[in-house]
T-cell receptor
Framework: AQTVTQSQPEMSVQEAETVTLSCTYD???????LFWYKQPPSRQMILVIR??????QNATENRFSVNFQKAAKSFSLKISDSQLGDAAMYFC?????????????FGTGTRLQVFP | KAGVTQTPRYLIKTRGQQVTLSCSPI?????VSWYQQTPGQGLQFLFE???????NKGNFPGRFSGRQFSNSRSEMNVSTLELGDSALYLC?????????????????FGPGTRLTVL
């Protein structure tokens, strides 16, 4: 069975600074997808970024980028130029590339605080 | 396009009652998934539906059930409620790629239904 681990329950960063959130996963599959979701206090889950396992290039979306280390099964999220609006829970998620399923396996989340 | 909508947003029930939660996916989306979020267990997959068929189910007791209608709207039902069923129930929809090799579509989440069982 696949598992996702986020070892940092809480992180904090100063506005305009850079922060990295860690995520490791375990799987025996070769085809899969990884995601970072953000859940602000409003509780609405928002997709931040996704990475296909077959792609060697790290995904980037504006101020958000990932460091995908397939051999190490590591998928960290880097937030550059942090903003107050980035404060939220961040969840790392895994989705199998096998079979017909949308099922996401989530980590336990990292609460990010942003200080002015 | 309107986002995923879930009704009701808040619900208070007592032990032993049953509850039905509703999810309307984004227009054109055919896949709907349900998740339970609690402080203790985190986010756990309940089930997913595509074209009115349940195609995957999580590790939850039979008291949890769901269905999907021809317009892709989905409902989940919890019977004989227990205190431990208190949670935020999230619904997510995706369009589902029709051609092999496109990879998974992005799942869009609704705001959730907060269920409190007293």
């Amino acid at each position: 069975a696949q598992t996702v681990t986020q070892s940092q329950p809480e992180m904090s960063v100063q506005e305009a600074e850079t922060v990295t959130l860690s995520c490791t996963y375990d799987t025996s599959e070769s085809d899969y997808y990884l995601f970072w979701y953000k859940q602000p206090p409003s509780r609405q889950m928002i997709l931040v970024i996704r990475q296909e396992a077959y792609k060697q290039q790290n995904a980037t979306e504006n101020r958000f980028s990932v460091n995908f280390q397939k051999a190490a099964k590591s998928f960290s999220l880097k937030i550059s130029d942090s903003q107050l609006g980035d404060a939220a829970m961040y969840f790392c998620a895994y989705r199998s590339g096998q079979g017909n399923t949308d099922k996401l396996i989530f980590g336990t989340g990292t609460r990010l605080q942003v200080f002015p | 396009k309107a986002g995923v909508t879930q009704t009701p947003r808040y619900l208070i029930k007592t032990r032993g009652q049953q509850v039905t939660l509703s999810c309307s996916p984004i227009s054109g989306h055919r896949s709907v998934s349900w998740y339970q979020q609690t402080p203790g267990q985190g986010l756990q997959f309940l089930f997913e539906y595509f074209s009115e068929t349940q195609r995957n189910k999580g590790n939850f007791p039979g008291r949890f059930s769901g269905r999907q209608f021809s317009n892709s709207r989905s409902e989940m039902n919890v019977s004989t409620l227990e205190l431990g069923d208190s949670a935020l129930y999230l619904c997510a929809s995706s369009q589902v790629a029709l051609l092999a090799g496109w990879g998974p579509d992005t799942q869009y989440f609704g705001p959730g239904t907060r269920l409190t069982v007293l």
